[in-house]
């Protein structure tokens, strides 16, 4: 894990927060009645079909694994498809071919003067950005060469191509990759018109699985989970914040 890329290591920490396929008789210690239970080995469960869940889709099947995916919509997208802007990265090869001089610790501390401060979250999604815009231009080949500095930036760091709306082109790319997978593999599945609707653990309290709702029925599934699906802003439900 160690010598792998920064976001080549989510896939392998999602994979190790349980031991399911090493005990495939946990699933037995979860009755859930009247429902259909898969019990697929070395599964990694995305909820969200948007930029974030399909960037974590392709890493689970780049590293080896396989994926489920849940969407609540009837297509995949989510806001990722609305952003009209761009993708911001810091230290991308972009930036450095045209001499743009950006940095971590910048992009950090530009983040850290805005919104409520999670360092540790900042951490992660700063230190990542520009290993994640180079993944998504060389796995991709994606047009990211067009550099714009906005708003509570320090550099010009927000990547985007000729395309109209980079949101939408960056999310489809990605999209088109995992449906690629699926059509020719069992590594990939998606699943739309789905609701997640809880979280399986097991004694330990770590995550196990979840059920999801389709047409009127519910389904078990089974493996480490990922939630992408997106912020508070959404959630319109009675116990909303």
Not at 19 to 31: G, K, R, V
Not at 154 to 176: C, D, N, V
């Amino acid at each position: 894990q160690a010598i792998l890329a920064p976001e080549k290591r989510l896939c392998l920490s999602a994979w190790r927060a349980i031991d399911y396929w090493a005990h495939p008789s946990l699933a037995e210690a979860l009755p859930c009645a009247s429902m259909a239970m898969v019990h697929p080995a070395n599964q990694a469960i995305v909820v969200g079909g948007g930029l974030a869940g399909m960037s974590a889709a392709n890493q689970v099947v780049e590293c080896g694994g396989k994926t489920l995916l849940v969407d609540k919509s009837s297509f995949c997208g989510g806001n990722s498809t609305k952003a009209t802007s761009g993708i911001n990265g810091a230290a991308t090869k972009t930036q450095k071919d045209k001499g743009v001089d950006d940095s971590v610790e910048l992009f950090t501390s530009d983040t850290l003067k805005g919104g409520a401060k999670r360092p540790e979250v900042v951490k992660v999604l700063c230190g990542n950005s520009g290993a994640d815009v180079d993944w998504l231009v060389d796995k991709f080949d994606l047009d990211l060469s067009l550099l714009a500095r906005l708003g509570g930036h320090s550099a010009p760091r927000t990547h985007r191509g000729k395309e109209r709306f980079p949101g939408m082109t960056i999310t489809y790319a990605l999209i088109q990759m995992v449906e690629k997978v699926a059509e020719r593999s069992d590594k990939a599945r998606i699943i739309t018109k789905a609701r997640a609707t809880k979280l399986l653990t097991n004694g330990g309290g770590a995550c196990v699985g979840l059920v999801y709702e389709k047409g009127g029925l519910d389904f078990q599934e089974h493996g480490p989970v990922i939630l992408a699906t997106g912020g508070f802003g959404a959630d319109f439900t009675q116990n909303s914040l």
